[in-house]
């Protein structure tokens, strides 16, 4: 049974650093695109960034580029959300989710319905 399990949420000030883990199990992910989403109250669930298990290009919503990473760790079998730079507007619950593919266009990693398995998120909230 595969499961997806965050952690490193938390409370952190305007400008300050968190970085989320996921850890995966009950199956080999090196075939799937791994990605984060987030969800802010009373709004929708949107894209964060994606990566490709294997290796190959990372993709992140404007809104996040340049502040945030995205990595995996074979070892750990753990995917990984460094955030630096955080901003109020980044308070939300965070997702890590699954999908079987290889998503390499916008169309497909962006999109919830792409991913089959997801987390049961964790908080992060951004003071001013």
């Known amino acids: 049974q595969v499961q997806l399990v965050e952690s490193g949420g938390g409370l952190v000030q305007s400008g300050g650093s968190l970085r989320l883990s996921c850890a995966a199990s009950?199956?080999?992910?090196?075939?799937?695109?791994m990605a984060w989403f987030r969800q802010a109250p009373g709004k929708e669930r949107e894209f964060v960034a994606a990566?490709?298990?294997?290796?190959?290009?990372?993709f992140y919503a404007d809104s996040v580029k340049g502040r945030f990473d995205i990595s995996t760790d074979d070892a750990k079998n753990a995917v990984f959300l460094q955030m630096n730079n955080l901003k109020p507007e980044d308070t939300a619950v965070y997702y890590c989710?699954?999908?079987?593919?290889?998503?390499?266009?916008?169309?497909?990693?962006?999109?919830?319905?792409?991913?089959?398995?997801w987390g049961q998120g964790t908080q992060v909230t951004v003071s001013s």
């Open positions: 989710a699954a999908g079987a593919g290889y998503y390499n266009g916008r169309e497909y990693y962006s999109q919830t319905a792409e991913y089959d398995h």
């Open positions: 009950g199956r080999s992910f090196r075939s799937y695109t």
């Open positions: 990566v490709y298990w294997s290796g190959g290009n990372t």
